[in-house]
Nanobody, 133 residues
Framework: EVQLVESGGGLVQAGGSLTLSCVGS????????IGWFRQAPGKEREGVSC???????????YYADSLKGRFTVSSDNAKNTAFLQMNSLTPEDTAVYYC???????????????????????WGQGTQVTVSS
C-alpha cells in the first residue's frame, strides 16, 4: 500500500521560508513521480511542482510558472523522501500542501509534465502552511 506523509508546514511571516517533506512507503520511491499541490480555502487544488514527472526522466523537475524561482523541489531516494523548499513566502502561499505519487513511466505517455491532480493516484494527508503579513 502506497503511503505518503507530509510534514514541515507551519506559520511563517511573509518573506520567510519553509521546507516541506514527503516521506513515502509501500512502493519503490525511485520509480515514482512526486507532485506537490496546494489548496487554499475556497479554491481548487493546484499543481506547484513535481519531480521525475516529465517525459519519464527520473529527477527531472517542473514548476508552475508563477512559482519559478521561489520554490525548489528535490528528493533523497535513499530516504524515500521528497522536499519542497519554499522561499520568499507571501500570504497568497497560504494553503494546505499535499504530495502525491504516480509512476514516472506514466509521464512518458503525456505531452507535458504531470502537474494536474487527476494524474496522480496516491495522496498524503496534507500539511498546513500559513503565511502572515
Amino acid at each position: 500500500e502506497v503511503q505518503l506523509v507530509e510534514s514541515g508546514g507551519g506559520l511563517v511571516q511573509a518573506g520567510g521560508s519553509l521546507t516541506l517533506s514527503c516521506v513515502g512507503s509501500g512502493f519503490t520511491f525511485d520509480d515514482y513521480a512526486i507532485g506537490w499541490f496546494r489548496q487554499a480555502p475556497g479554491k481548487e487544488r493546484e499543481g506547484v511542482s513535481c519531480i521525475s514527472c516529465f517525459d519519464g526522466i527520473k529527477g527531472r523537475t517542473y514548476y508552475a510558472d508563477s512559482l519559478k524561482g521561489r520554490f525548489t523541489v528535490s528528493s533523497d531516494n535513499a530516504k524515500n523522501t521528497a522536499f519542497l523548499q519554499m522561499n520568499s513566502l507571501t500570504p497568497e502561499d497560504t494553503a494546505v500542501y499535499y504530495c502525491a505519487a504516480v509512476l514516472t513511466s506514466r509521464s512518458a505517455l503525456y505531452g507535458g509534465p504531470l502537474l494536474n491532480p487527476i494524474e496522480y493516484d496516491d495522496w498524503g494527508q496534507g500539511t498546513q502552511v500559513t503565511v502572515s503579513s
